[in-house]
């Protein structure tokens, strides 16, 4: 026996143009990247370029499917863990970006965990411009 | 359109687990409830541990109701902070207090975080002789697991006053700050 104590600290996070516009088109079931100076397309996007520090402003648009770079399984999900079964954590470079977006790979197995598979977002039900709006991706044909 | 996103709520959250009170938390908070003080004296070191432990860690040996004692109701300040509350929400202190930490007599452990509600902050100091002020006895509800650890004697007690004796000399303090 054991009482359970429950500490929260409720955060809300200004969000900033870049990251907020990844986050508006989410609620649209989208998703944007940002172009970097050298032309790659940085998904997610970040405020400043990684190698230069120059601010970035160049919203893209990019799909919402992609091949998996890398992949690790989780047998016995958290509790706060995006889904409750077995799925695999996975870095996805969406069509369209240079850098990859780290999300749970809802696939049913670890053999289908693989670096190259081709996979697609599953969005959530209700979207509300958070990165949770992608409920997880799931595996796409082809 | 709805308006661009702006703000991203998300909750930290710890979870704990506390284990229930062990029989003998429960025991101590009962006898707080009469205005007792017990303690274990370790048999072979000779400490006593208020509240018990049920053991003394320091010999690894096992103390039982055989080894209980009665400890005083009064004791030492060893250390003390002065508290200046900021009025954050929740926060219902509004002015400095003192927070001490007190040795009682015939106790090697000391309790924390005791209210000095009763004595004049300009006169807290180490080596100030206390005696506590007891709740009425309907209203005496000892803290019991971690929190009679961390806390000591729960709501039974509820502030502590000076006893006009002369000071502990600081050597006997030396090895019971904390």
Redesign the interface.
């Known amino acids: 026996m054991a009482a359970t104590w429950k500490l929260e600290f409720p955060y809300r996070r200004s969000v900033g143009p870049v990251i907020g516009a990844f986050l508006t088109a989410l609620r649209d079931r989208r998703v944007v990247g940002v172009r970097a100076p050298d032309g790659r397309v940085l998904v997610p996007p970040f405020e400043y370029d990684p190698e230069t520090g120059e601010a970035l402003t160049e919203i893209v648009d990019v799909a919402s499917d992609g091949v998996v770079e890398r992949a690790a399984w989780v047998t016995e999900p958290l509790r706060t863990h995006p889904l409750d079964r077995p799925f695999a954590w996975a870095l996805v470079k969406l069509d369209g970006a240079d850098t990859s977006l780290l999300h749970a790979f809802d696939c049913g197995s670890p053999e289908r965990a693989q670096s190259g598979a081709r996979v697609r977002i599953r969005w959530a039900p209700e979207t509300e411009g958070h990165i949770k709006d992608i409920a997880c991706f799931e595996p796409a044909e082809g | 359109m709805?308006d661009?996103?702006?703000?991203?709520?998300?909750?930290?959250?710890?979870?704990?687990?506390?284990?229930?009170p062990s029989p003998l938390n429960v025991y101590f908070a009962e006898q707080l409830a009469k205005g007792r003080i017990v303690g274990h004296k370790c048999p072979q070191c000779g400490k006593v541990y208020m509240p018990p432990r049920g053991y003394c860690p320091l010999c690894v040996v096992e103390t039982t109701a055989k080894d209980e004692v009665e400890v005083a109701d009064r004791g030492t300040v060893t250390t003390f902070s002065v508290i200046t509350p900021l009025q954050y929400q929740g926060q219902e202190e509004t002015d400095d207090y003192v927070q001490a930490t007190i040795l009682l007599d015939g106790s090697d452990t000391t309790i924390m975080v005791a209210h000095l509600d009763g004595v004049a902050i300009a006169d807290v100091h180490s080596g100030l002789r206390v005696k506590a002020v007891w709740a009425p006895e309907s209203e005496r509800s000892g803290a019991t697991g971690s929190l009679a650890r961390q806390m000591g004697l729960g709501s039974a007690v509820t502030s502590w006053e000076a006893t006009g004796e002369p000071d502990t000399p600081r050597d006997h303090l030396a090895e019971h700050i904390v």
């Open positions: 709805a661009p996103v702006q703000f991203m709520s998300h909750f930290t959250t710890v979870e704990y687990r506390v284990p229930d």
